[in-house]
């Protein structure tokens, strides 16, 4: 059974970063790409980046200074960090499994994130 | 990047009827687009892909039409569980872009 969940921190203060896990079962990082998709409360969806099952990384332009993705295959496990949190990166932040033809097949539950101080 | 215009913003319908759903791309995006369908509180979930092709386990009433600029999603004979908010989404290009969503709700 397939399955991504997302864990870390609700609360981040702003310009601190954001460090997120994506912990997968039922398929291998070496073999499907892993995407990370952000969506403020009530709003749409943003692509904010991906890693591919070689372990390369592609980011949003918008995002690219601020974010890092990476993995650790042995664990099953994708991390986002992205710094300088503001009130504008205030939302759900989803990872998601990317299959052919660059779709996204299986979801996590979302991690809610909120900056304040 | 390529830009998804959703129409329309909120869609409201009785059971039973068919509801259609449009995504308009700022450029040819060769049918490299897929359909999610997000209930409320819910992660989205793959509903097309490839513009037409239906993913596995998603009930046949939902179908995908479209090429060019032009896209979109047709719910038959709508069901209470329908209610969502559904994406489009084009892969022809990165940075990957989603539409702004139209929300469906039972009238």
């Known amino acids: 059974q397939v399955q991504l969940k997302e864990s870390g921190p609700g609360l981040v203060q702003p310009s601190q970063t954001l460090s997120l896990t994506c912990t997968v079962s039922g398929f291998s990082l070496t073999s499907y790409n892993v995407h990370w998709v952000r969506q403020p409360t009530g709003k749409g969806l943003e692509w904010m980046g991906v890693?591919?099952?070689?372990?390369?990384?592609d980011y949003n332009s918008a995002l690219k200074s601020r974010l890092s993705i990476s993995r650790d295959t042995s664990k099953s496990q994708v991390f986002l960090k992205m710094n300088s949190l503001q009130t504008e990166d205030i939302a759900t932040y989803y990872c998601?499994?990317?299959?052919?033809?660059?779709?996204?097949?299986?979801w996590g539950q979302g991690a809610s994130v909120t900056v304040s101080s | 990047d390529i830009r998804m215009t959703q129409s329309p913003a909120s869609l409201s319908a009785s059971l039973g009827e068919t509801v259609n759903i449009e995504c308009l791309a700022s450029e040819d995006i060769y049918s490299d687009l897929a359909w999610y369908q997000q209930k409320p509180g819910k992660s989205p979930q793959l509903l097309i892909y490839n513009a037409n092709s239906l993913q596995n386990g998603v009930p046949s009433r939902f179908s995908g039409s479209g090429s060019g600029t032009q896209y979109s999603l047709k719910i038959n004979s709508l069901q209470s569980e329908d209610v969502a908010t559904y994406f489009c989404?084009?892969?022809?290009?990165?940075?990957?872009?989603f539409g702004s969503g139209t929300k469906l709700e039972i009238k």
């Open positions: 989404q084009q892969y022809n290009n990165y940075p990957l872009t």
């Open positions: 890693i591919w099952t070689g372990g390369s990384t």
């Open positions: 998601a499994r990317g299959v052919p033809p660059d779709v996204m097949d299986a």
